[in-house]
């Protein structure tokens, strides 16, 4: 008997382990703590999928940017005392909810039981659109997301942008124009700039590395973005650099020039290419680094400032 | 060879799982912090293991970003203790 | 030369996977969260760097175990950090 | 069982654990979590899908792989934004119960 | 349905029309508030004329228009795709967008050398994201790409709740983005597994393959549930009144005019569109009865609210009701189908403009007042008379008198429930009228009576002018010709094209 499925039995049971004491929890910050370890968890049990594109990304993200995320939300509200949080549900109310959630959770898991063999796939229709639109990229997933489905591409680093200036304007009028705090209030500490100091340079290096193979192997845009965004707030939180201004003009360019470029190449793909988002396949590869170079810039700019939250330093209302 | 290193990377994942209990019991923020630390570790340590038995490719680079952001969530925890939020209740 | 090669992995990895039991054990049943992170320091490096260890014999080219190098590297770098911040804090807590 | 449909199944019950959270937790960010549980169960449905699609030499379907990065992303901006939100009316008014308090009204009534 | 090609002639102007406010969006995050205002105010007219634009190719065609984004086809590609219905949603959004952002001029237009303020740089862009979320909704013809529109419709719309900062409106914003966040996952769950099932997310090729299976009707329901949460249909409309009553009376008619009608729109596309082949009569009446439930509770609530923006906001929860009459009544290809069809688009478009309309009045009479509290408004329609006669025009319409566009719609509903022998949701749709005239009478008589209230400002000509104006096209519906309902059936699959 193989190994390998004891491994993924175990892997599922842990992963629903973790994500049950994350719901279970009464503490607050140990909650935070659960959730933080499921999203390592979650990287594996993608590589066990044969995507490690997705694990990649959920490692960046799910696991080390959300987590530091939650950690300061986590903190930030145990150091406000802010306690009331509204009461419990009645019984009834928890009883109906597990029925609701169980009835969910039945049906889902015997769909997925149930689908069909052979599975309905666009995979051969990918490998055929590589020889054309897609031209270049050893990469399905990057052709995928630049090129079959760039719309989609270009309109969810919008809702990036969207996100930020959201968080932004949750901020006080005071302070608007002013810089985010929370990620620049640690005294800086030796050990920390030290850390820092390494980590940053190095990870920076990987995060260009990873967007650099992306077009060929596992990694792309934004997992590179999401890594060099990573290493910013490293930066930030050892206070070797500040957090900008949310008025710099500089950091706005940065944040949409993204799907900026991407919808004016889109545009412009009308005469190079015949259509909007269409590519000449002479220059396919070139331009789609191109945009992607834009793209990773937003990306390492947005989620650093969506995590570091609105300005601040302007007086409360 | 694929089989012993498939039941290493079980046997640390199993070995950090029951680190968990940590995370359960706590009693500090910094217990449950550490027993995430060592998930993280043993996570990439199972990966490693896992992706040269199986061969999935890409694996090491995930790998790398894990390792890259194994303190990510320490450092930010870190950071609100020496800024005095909340550094009595360790 | 496979053989020997075999051999350095198994070892370096059993030892590697002794060190995590033992990091979780420290981390299960010491008093006190000073000696956990000691524990704790001594899986993060000796568990994994051990593991490294036995896989580079396994590894297909010179960048993928250089890569494995790095992942050791960065895990311990950072787990040295956050051992000596968070003792530190764990010290001023008790002052 | 294999690795696919064991994931399916976990997927399944990380949807269903994350709706009782939903429901059942009255502090926001528990729910955010609880959100960010479902979220991550629904992508491991679209992973299996792409998993089970392996087909013309690829691994996997490459279509629902990146449908779940540009879902990832989403999920994340929602998180940080749910954040702020919660943050801001914690610091505005000293908890964060998503009850409203007392008649919406309020005497002032509405000001332009 | 008769098969659309991937491209059309005329495909073009519906990327146009999402990338046009979508680059407005981007340009003004650079150039910052003051030029976000004139950027927005400057894009409404080009908007407006692309969506008339659309309009005319598709009366032009008798056919929907398509493009395929990157000259790829489905299923690896996207398709856009207009029909009747599309185009007319558009035009409405345009019209919307624009009324609300002239009237916003006042509040969020910045002066020479201010510097740039929170508000109006929220504002400005994220009344252009939702414009482009919507056009996009309307035309989209990828599950998937609209899962994407419908984030885009949720991360615009929240942060216009919230924009004054008050705790009860973060309360109310965060409550509205757990909803939506719920409702989007559900959604995009629903989508997991019809790809799985069929391999494809384009609406035309899944409506050819679809089949009544158990993991359909799961998937649709996932899909429907979360849409149903976005929509704020009752039992999940709980975010919608705090949410709508609290934003900026510019973003409140944004938001429930249209932004409600974006997710209830996706629901329309998933069973008249998707699943039209389908025996789908059970959970047709199950969304109807839904719909009933909600006008008699949207209405009673609305009837208890101390405050005007409140109980317009209420209203919005009983209006939607009425939308999804239309799922039982226009189901099928009956030949009373496109009574009911013609019946709730009409609804969709009557309720848009009449709700619009009514809060740039109630967010005229609470500037002018200092207060929207009912009880204080002893006079008020004499010292604000084309405010109030705005709001009595719109209430006109959400009761059903004749003529309005909501007579016309309430009147298409009964046909079709008459011709259909499902005579029992004429029971609702009158009475939801009699409520409704209840909080209209609510609003007016105290407003009407005598008595003298304090006006703290004199609302701008131009403001109550657009309001008016918005009222008047809700009743201008009325008299749309037999020609308007025959281009709604432009494009709706497997439906014999017979006008009413």
Redesign the interface.
Known sequence: MSVLPLLDVGLALLVVAVATWTMAARDLFASVLGYVAYGLLLALVWVRLHAPDIGLTEAAVGGGVTGVLLVTAGKRLDALKAATSGAAPRLRVKILAGALSALVAGALAFVVASLPTPAPSLAPQAAAAAAGPGAGLGNPITAVLISYRAFDTMLEKIVLALAVLGIWSVGADAAWGGAPAPLRKARPDGAMVLLAQILAPIGALIGVHIFWVGADAPGGAFQGGALLAAMWMVAMMARLVEAPRIGSRALRLALISGPAVFLAVGLAGIAMAGSFFAFPPAFAKALILFIETFMVLSVAVALPMMVAGPPEGGQEP | MNEILLAAAGLIVAAVAVGLARILRGPADVDRLMAVQLLGTGGIAALLLTAYATAVPGVDDVALGLALLAAFATMAFLNHLDAGEGGAEL | MSFLADLVSLAAIGAGVFFFIAGTVGLLRFPDSLTRLHALSKADNLGLGLIVLGLIPRAENPLAAFKLVVVWALVLLSGASTAQLIGRALRRGRE | MNASLLAGLVGAALVGLGLYGLIAHPHPLRKLLAFNLVGSGVFLVFGVVARRGAAAGYAFDPVPQAMVITGIVVAFAASALAVALILRLAVASGGVSLDPQGPAGRDAGEME | MTATPA?TPGG?LL?LAV?LP??G??LS??L?GRAAGKIALGLTPVGFGLACLVAMKVAAAGAPIA??????PP????ALRADGVSAVMMVAAAIIVAASAFYARA?FVMPEGA?????A??FW??IQ?IW?ALN?IFVGGDL??LY??L??L???A??LV???????T??????Y??FA??G??SY??GV??L??????LDISLLAQRVEAA??VW??AA?MTAGLLAKTALFPLHLWL??AH??A??AASAVLSGLVVKGSFFLALRLWFYVLPGLPTAAPSVVLGALGALAVLFGSVLALRQ?????LVAYSTVAQIGYLFFVFPLAAGAHVWSPLGWSGGLMQVLAHAFAKAAMFLA??LV??AL????IAGFTGAARALPLTFLTLGLGGLSLMGLPPSGGFEAKWLMLRASAASGQWLWSLPILGGGLLAGGYVYRILAPALADGEVEIKARPQRSREAVALGLAVLALALAFAPRGFFDFLEIGRPSVSRSAP
């Open positions: 491209t073009f990327v990338l979508a680059g969006v981007l995050f650079v910052g493009y395929a984004i990157g000259g790829l299923p690896l590609g996207i509040k510097p740039e303020s929170r508000g740089l929220t862009i994220m994201a482009a996009l998937f790409n994407v529109a984030e885009l949720t991360f615009a929240v942060p919230c924009i004054d900062g008050r705790p009860e973060l309360r109310a914003a965060l409550r983005l757990l966040l719920f989007s996952v995009l769950l997991a597994l790809y799985g099932l069929y391999g494809a158990p993991m799961t998937a996932l009144p705090p009553a609290n900026p009376a101390a405050r005007l923006k409140l109630a967010g609470a500037e200092g207060h929207d509290r």
